[in-house]
């Protein structure tokens, strides 16, 4: 038999990961009889190099013991393999993670005992995946465990107590639901999702300790035999179901590495290279953290361009919270404000991922921040993957929402050049989370970071909610604010005219969605906002009354017959009609009680075309009329003498008066009215 043929042979019966592992055995072979490509000289060396840790040397002696699973764990290994876990892939996490407290515990031991450790052997977790046998190494050089240990902690669920856990893990799990809080210690049971049978050789750091093999293949029992050739530590084998042979492969048990435990604190080699190369740079000073450090990372954490801002946070009391967060330099789309994406920060405790997109931590409308927060305190469930809806995270929630709040308003401080950037990206997601927010003290922290013009700045200039409560009168109750699309137009506003003689500051709302946050927000600072054509209606000084002596003006009269005339003509869409003096130069206004509701009305169900009339039925509009203006004292005179024409120009006064109310959806509406109107004017005319 030719030596290729008896290399593949032995390949096939023993694994390659186990020749490849023996440095001497690949010595041996006389290689120069078959050819060998590069990557498999790649891995030679590989593994060669790594060989001390990962070999195949352990072996069961002697006659085993075979043990029973308690109840609970029986059922427990029932659930766990079924229904537990939403992502397979989460028990090379939970096996990593126990092969790090293992380490951890090994070098607490050093500190608090006299027992010797040997200090030829590394603090690290070595992983093989070996496609070819269809199984998945991960040893560790920890603690190790005794005979007794081996009982306690893998033949028993870690801190059971409770059969009660067990009956309502069960009765979760059959109604699709993971809430079940508790640290139990169940991420070893995990590997029965992936595997038919579990092989741990373990080798406890006490001198005088002998070594074991404890073995299972989840039916209700396992066996433990001493065994030989263990080094310090413990080393789990799975034997991969067919259909999970993918964790099997390299590729695969790096790409899942690198999500989940990337930050673990010791080396973990994967078929003898180190992978965890990133480091938690959110545990570390933030004064030794270097711009490109937090380059590195934030495109780690999947983002293509620069942070604009970088905020850190760190605190043990009342939570113990380690946080890293990053706004974008991008401008977001439309489309990506206006989708409801994930929170963009992953969750770590212990610098072990627990979820990449954690959306219980931060409230939707902060999901343009970056990041990673890492807590100790976070209450998980058996599988880590779904957070408990508790007063905690509640907590953590309002916590980490107060401090990005709190940065951000320290950095418009800092430098309102690059704030207002910013601002201009990103104003939207504030906007929303006043409208979502529940909280009044929470939608005043986010209206804080708002930005307004009004009256009184120049053009382009903005001015914050806490600016324009220090700059009111001292006789001012309300915060005023006027929307329109431009500030012409509000500065051209019959509604601007009517109040300006007032000398109010007055916020400019621009944007068609701001009048909506204003009504959610309410009041800022114990000031109500308050839009300003609700001040006029609340003026009534000058409320339906003809100044006496003013000669440009129609006689109380003439007044009251325009009046009568107008609300008979008009009954259709008004309830009643009024004189107004705070006009002076526009012809007449329209009011209404809650003008800012009517309009977000509008906007969403009642302006249909075939519900128009359902909308005019459902408010109590008031037409006030100038009594000064040239176009109602001609209209005054053209009621008597023209009925259709005069008709016609009334109809189109309050139609202007709505659109400029913005109770007009569509202006597009009223052009039927003002051609009709043109044609009886020229009509007339000759």
Not at 49 to 65: D, F, I, L, Q, W
Not at 362 to 382: A, C, H, M, Q, Y
Not at 402 to 419: G, H, S, V
Request: net charge neutral; hydrophobic share 35%.
């Amino acid at each position: 038999m030719n030596k290729f043929v008896l290399f593949a042979k032995t390949l096939r019966q023993v694994g390659s990961s186990r020749i490849f592992n023996q440095p001497r055995f690949i010595s041996s072979l006389n290689t120069s009889s078959f050819k060998i490509n590069s990557d498999a000289k790649i891995d030679q060396k590989r593994f060669i190099k790594t060989s001390c840790c990962m070999h195949e040397a352990e072996r069961a002696v002697g006659k085993s013991e075979k043990y029973e699973f308690l109840a609970e764990t029986k059922q427990l290994l029932n659930i766990v393999a079924k229904s537990l876990y939403s992502d397979k892939e989460v028990f090379v996490r939970e096996l990593i993670s126990n092969a790090s407290d293992a380490i951890e515990k090994l070098k607490y031991a050093q500190l608090t005992s006299d027992q010797e450790v040997d200090g030829q052997i590394p603090f690290e977790i070595q992983i093989n995946a070996n496609d070819m046998n269809n199984t998945l190494t991960i040893q560790d050089t920890g603690v190790g465990m005794t005979k007794d240990e081996l009982v306690k902690f893998l033949g028993t669920i870690a801190h059971s107590g409770s059969k009660a856990f067990i009956e309502n893990l069960s009765k979760n799990a059959e109604n699709g639901q993971n809430s079940i809080i508790g640290q139990f210690g169940v991420g070893f049971y995990s590997a029965f999702m992936v595997a038919d049978k579990v092989q741990v050789f373990s080798k406890s750091y006490k001198e005088t300790e002998q070594a074991f093999e404890w073995s299972s293949s989840g039916d209700g029992s396992y066996e433990i035999s001493e065994a030989q050739g263990v080094t310090r530590g413990t080393k789990i084998i799975l034997h991969l179901k067919d259909d999970c042979s993918e964790f099997s492969k390299d590729e695969v048990i790096r790409k899942i590495v690198n999500k989940y435990s990337n930050f673990v604190g010791f080396p973990i080699i994967v078929n003898g290279d180190k992978i965890n190369l990133i480091q938690p740079i959110w545990l570390e000073d933030a004064k030794n953290v270097t711009e490109e450090q937090h380059e590195e990372f934030y495109k780690f954490l999947g983002n293509m361009d620069k942070p604009r801002y970088t905020f850190t946070y760190k605190t043990d009391a009342p939570l113990n919270i380690r946080a890293l967060f990053y706004v974008p330099t991008f401008k977001p789309s439309p489309m990506e404000i206006s989708q409801e994406g994930d929170i963009g920060v992953s969750l770590y405790s212990k610098k072990v991922l627990i979820l990449s997109k954690a959306n219980q931590i931060l409230p939707r409308w902060l999901r343009f921040i970056k990041g990673v927060v890492d807590s100790e305190d976070i209450p998980l469930n058996l599988s880590r993957e779904l957070l408990q809806d508790s007063n905690l995270i509640r907590k953590l929630r309002t916590i980490l929402t107060q401090r990005i709040l709190r940065f951000l308003n320290d950095e418009a401080k800092y430098d309102e050049e690059k704030y207002m950037q910013f601002y201009s990206d990103y104003n939207l997601y504030f906007k929303e989370g006043i409208y979502r927010a529940a909280d009044q003290n929470e939608k005043e922290e986010i209206a804080s970071l708002l930005r307004f013009e009004t009256n009184k700045t120049e053009p382009g200039k903005t001015i914050s909610l806490n600016e324009y409560v220090k700059r009111m009168k001292a006789d001012q109750k309300n915060i005023f604010y006027y929307s329109a699309p431009s500030r012409e137009i509000a500065l051209n506003s019959p509604y601007f005219e009517a109040i300006k003689q007032k000398d109010h500051e007055v916020l400019f709302l621009f944007e068609q969605y701001d009048e909506m946050v204003a009504l959610q927000l309410f009041q800022f600072k114990n000031k109500q906002l308050v839009g300003i054509e609700q001040e006029n209606l609340a003026d009534k000084n000058k409320d339906d009354i003809i100044i006496e002596g003013d000669s440009r003006s129609l006689t109380n009269d003439q007044a009251k017959e325009l009046k009568d005339w107008l609300k008979t003509t008009l009954s259709n869409k008004i309830k009643s009609v009024k004189i107004t003096n705070k006009l002076d130069i526009h012809p007449c206004i329209i009011t209404a009680d809650n003008m800012s509701f009517l309009r977000h009305l509008i906007k969403t169900s009642y302006m249909q075309r075939e519900k128009v009339s359902d909308f005019f039925n459902l408010v109590n509009l008031t037409l006030e009329i100038n009594p000064k203006n040239g176009l109602i004292k001609s209209l005054y005179e053209l009621h008597k003498k023209d009925p259709d024409l005069s008709k016609a120009v009334a109809e189109q006064l309050l139609d202007n008066s709505l659109v400029t109310a913005g109770l007009v959806e569509d202006p597009r509406l009223v052009l039927s009215n003002l051609n009709s109107l043109l044609e009886k004017a020229f009509a007339r005319k000759f």
